[in-house]
């Protein structure tokens, strides 16, 4: 029977949302985020309320608007105020434009800078931290999706159209953390991946200089990304970049202008080391060359090319060795082996994107191209919530997947119950991670809670 009015379904969203509500994030959305001629009168009423209630669902799995109904079941609404339903959360979400999701991007960079005060999110950030930046396209199947068209993605190493939505996001990582997001803008199926980039990394720098980096800051990206634009944003902003080169008539020639005695190679998965010589023996190599891009243009840079060059898996028996040539154009000072592979992590982000795409955004919930902007960036707050509190819960969460963090931390079932008028959390006896959720509740709400309050 579901009639236990005292049972709490999702434990770790108290020790969450407080660590959400002293990093100010519902101040930053009632200072923020306001809609000043509504559609529906009421729409706009209450805005803070309203998109904190959906970010705790998010962080506690929601991937739709109707399962942020479960902070409204048993004992979660003695536990949390001003819950809102899901019909008014939508109500709310399908009032907002371009505009307000500008809005919603400032409330995303400000409480990624409260996080970096409190907790050490991006440890490292004083020698070096890297922006990411990529897109994605998001599968839709209504025919009322406004803005969805028929883009380019890549399915099991092949070209293929399909209908979406295309967000575009940016990362900030060290060599000691995961990825928090520093932006992310929602635009059309069709979009050009580039589409924007220069200003999205202009903003990522700044809000990783405002979440207290100190250190270099390194752009990376991949061809869609290695633009008159993105260059010019990292360079104004004193950052290095890295970013592949489409392969045009000028970067092929100074591909071919490389001396066959300059390949180095690479130690790679599957390699093996020279006995005799202590020489990696690899299918992969390297080589650089002083390239200059943009040279047509009043922004001419002269920096590093770095090639990789693998053989062609498709002519294993050829007579003499086929390869395939990957560049990259970057003003780094790391030696040329070590920079091949700081560039290649970019794929980092792909982690960012699974476990966005393995939560809030497993679906764009909305026929309103506006309120799945508005979605998108919830979702984005309340990723890089969860990661300041898997931080807080110990170092083996810190680098956790999203997934992990809910199953262990967030979704744990408890009784509700108030002796003295005090009220009291009582989870599961022998919880595997009953340590990591105790240190979590001490670094957010008490700093040392009794043993009998809250039984591990």
């Given amino acids: 029977m579901f009639d236990d009015g005292n049972l709490v379904s999702c434990a770790g969203l108290v020790p969450v949302m407080a660590l959400a509500e002293r990093t100010g994030l519902s101040d930053l959305l009632a200072q923020m985020v306001h809609i000043a001629a509504p559609r529906i009168k009421s729409g706009s009423a209450?805005?803070?309320?309203?998109?904190?209630?959906?970010?705790?669902?998010?962080?506690?799995?929601?991937?739709?608007?109707?399962?942020v109904d479960v902070l409204r079941s048993g004992g979660m609404k003695t536990l949390f105020d001003a819950v809102y339903a899901p019909s008014t959360i939508g109500t709310l979400l399908r009032e907002f434009t371009f505009g307000h999701a500008r809005q919603l991007e400032s409330v995303l960079a400000g409480h990624l800078a409260r996080l970096c005060e409190r907790v050490d999110l991006l440890p490292g950030a004083d020698v070096r931290a890297?922006?990411?930046?990529?897109?994605?396209?998001?599968?839709?199947?209504?025919?009322?999706?406004?803005?969805?068209c028929y883009g380019h993605t890549k399915i099991a190493?092949?070209?293929?159209?399909?209908?979406?939505?295309?967000?575009?996001?940016?990362?900030?990582?060290?060599?000691?953390?995961?990825?928090?997001?520093?932006?992310?803008?929602?635009?059309?199926?069709?979009?050009?991946s580039g589409k924007g980039a220069g200003r999205m990394v202009a903003q990522a720098i700044a809000t990783a200089r405002a979440a207290g980096i100190t250190g270099q800051i390194l752009v990376r990206g991949d061809s869609a990304y290695g633009t008159r634009a993105?260059?010019?944003?990292?360079?104004?902003?004193?950052?290095?970049?890295?970013?592949?080169?489409?392969?045009?008539?000028a970067v092929q020639k100074a591909i071919d202008a490389i001396p066959e005695d300059r390949w180095t190679p690479v130690r790679y998965p599957g390699a093996v080391q020279d006995p005799d010589t202590g020489v990696w023996i690899s299918d992969a190599e390297v080589a650089e060359i002083s390239y200059t891009a943009l040279a047509s243009t009043n922004d001419a840079i002269t920096a590093r090319l770095i090639v990789r060059r693998v053989k062609d898996a498709r002519h294993r028996d050829a007579l003499f060795p086929v390869w395939r040539y990957h560049p990259f154009f970057t003003n780094s000072d790391e030696p040329l082996t070590d920079a091949d592979i700081t560039h290649r992590r970019h794929a980092i982000i792909e982690t960012t994107f699974a476990d966005l795409i393995d939560g809030p955004l497993a679906h764009m919930p909305s026929g309103h191209f506006g309120a799945n902007s508005a979605w998108a960036l919830c979702a984005a707050i309340a990723h890089n919530l969860l990661r300041a509190?898997?931080?807080?819960?110990?170092?083996?969460?810190?680098?956790a997947r999203g997934a992990t963090l809910r199953r262990k931390i967030v979704n744990i079932a408890a009784r509700l119950t108030r002796p003295q008028r005090r009220p009291v959390l009582h989870l599961p006896t022998h919880w595997p991670w009953a340590d990591a959720w105790l240190a979590l509740w001490r670094n957010t709400i008490e700093p040392h809670p009794p043993p009998h309050r809250i039984a591990a």
């Fill in 46 to 67: 209450n805005p803070a309320p309203k998109l904190a209630t959906l970010i705790a669902g998010m962080c506690a799995g929601a991937d739709c608007i109707d399962d």
């Fill in 389 to 399: 509190a898997a931080t807080l819960a110990g170092p083996a969460h810190a680098v």
């Fill in 157 to 192: 190493g092949k070209q293929v159209l399909r209908k979406g939505l295309s967000p575009l996001a940016t990362t900030i990582s060290t060599d000691l953390a995961a990825p928090v997001i520093a932006g992310m803008r929602l635009r059309a199926g069709k979009s050009n």
């Fill in 130 to 148: 890297f922006i990411d930046i990529d897109s994605l396209l998001r599968p839709v199947y209504g025919h009322a999706k406004q803005g969805a």
């Fill in 230 to 249: 993105v260059i010019g944003a990292a360079r104004r902003a004193g950052a290095q970049f890295s970013l592949v080169l489409t392969k045009n008539t």
